[in-house]
């Protein structure tokens, strides 16, 4: 294991079902990430992409393999301090962006802090300061169906980042944008992850996005099938291209 790595997936396996139903989704997957890497996860749909990202996220449960997270073995964890650990350590962002309807985007915002059981006070400055850096101040006290898509997608990218985790998985957050939104939202996401050295995994369809990150993982029919450093070198994993 490398000394950098912050996530590590050891012959992972994922099937959903039983007896003849059986699929088998992901297979002996094996995937290290360094701290502060910026990785993109492609691949046709069905690949289990979603399905590895939910594992990493501590959201989803495996058959076989390991999951080491800043070096600890995650699967040993109880459920309490399992969402304590993705709590503190893991900001996620979903294809469609899951935002709590009955709230305003500045509540939504403030969730992750105070479940951690900050103060209102400095909740509500250091979501707005958050929600200031994506131009969206303006509309902090509406609710989400009185946001446009770019808007609420850019609130969940609020949300994953407001408690400053280490690792940020986001599963096609830009699948429901017009090119114009997916660049902005793209754009803040990557300076702030630069910003604060954080890791980041993102599934995408889109080249344009995969070519702005480091590394490229293509996962086809649950198996890992090339792993690319972008701008030439081979690897970053230890596979490299097939
Ligand atoms: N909860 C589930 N139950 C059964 N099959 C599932 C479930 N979730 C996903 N699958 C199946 O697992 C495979 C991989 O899904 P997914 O990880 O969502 O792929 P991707 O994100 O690459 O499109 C697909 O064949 C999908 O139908
Ligand atoms: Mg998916």
Redesign the pocket.
Known sequence: MGRSEIVRVEGLEKI??YGRNA?R?LKNVSLGISRGEIVSIV??????????L?IMGCLDGFQAGNLVIKGRDVSSFSVEDLSDFRNLHIGFIFQLHNLLPEFTALENVMFPLLIRRMGKRQTRARAMEMIDRFDLADRSHHKPSELSGGECQRIAVARALIGGPEIILA?EPTGSLDSENSRKLIDILFDLGKEKSTTIVI?THSGEIAGKTERTVT?VD?EIRTDVKNGGAPGGGEEGPI
Request: proline share 5%.
């Open positions: 959903y079902g699929l989704v691949g046709p749909s069905g690949a289990g992409k979603s399905t590895l939910n599963d599934v996962l649950g």
